[in-house]
């Protein structure tokens, strides 16, 4: 037995208990239904465990929560800012591409980063190079490659990546 069989296990357990309930959730409670339901399950697990296989992911809570609390800070900051920017009766922009060094090595945690990005009012990323992320801003005066290597940083904290 490897040491990744238990990891694999309980994700197959849990990803199987997760698309059974969305079946029954969808299907209803009935027992002509929990056949088809489970048929489908085993599907979606064979698809789900072929597509995105399991990885050893250690969340930390409280970096989490520092994360949660940067991003919703920000986002609230830069939605208000976007907001002010649309209604100037001039307009207030200086658009631009700002190159930002990456340090998460490519795969599923420099990915999730980039979504995690991706979702802030003002920026979006727009591709990877190698190690160098552009990004499009609305403003290029701001600092945002400061701030993304300071999420880059909390983020790696959180998924205990260092």
Not at 79 to 104: C, E, H, K, S, W
Not at 115 to 133: A, F, H, N, R, W
Not at 137 to 145: E, M, R, V
Request: hydrophobic letters at 50%; proline letters at 7%; one cysteine or more.
């Amino acid at each position: 037995m490897s040491r990744h069989t238990p990891l694999m296990m309980r994700a197959a357990v849990a990803r199987l208990v997760f698309f059974l309930g969305i079946w029954l959730v969808i299907a209803g409670w009935s027992e002509e239904n929990l056949a088809v339901g489970l048929v489908a399950s085993a599907l979606a697990l064979w698809i789900s465990l072929s597509l995105l296989p399991p990885s050893a992911v250690r969340l930390r809570l409280v970096q989490l929560a520092r994360l949660s609390f940067r991003f919703l800070s920000c986002s609230i900051i830069a939605g208000v800012d976007v907001a002010r920017r649309a209604l100037l009766p001039r307009v207030d922009l200086r658009p631009g591409f700002a190159d930002v060094p990456v340090t998460l090595p490519p795969g599923g945690a420099r990915n999730v980063f980039l979504v995690y990005q991706s979702l802030q009012p003002g920026t979006s990323p727009i591709g990877v190079e190698g190690d160098m992320l552009q990004v499009h801003c609305l403003d290029i005066s701001q600092p945002t490659a400061e701030a993304i290597e300071a999420d880059e940083t909390l983020f790696k904290a959180a998924i205990c990546h260092e």
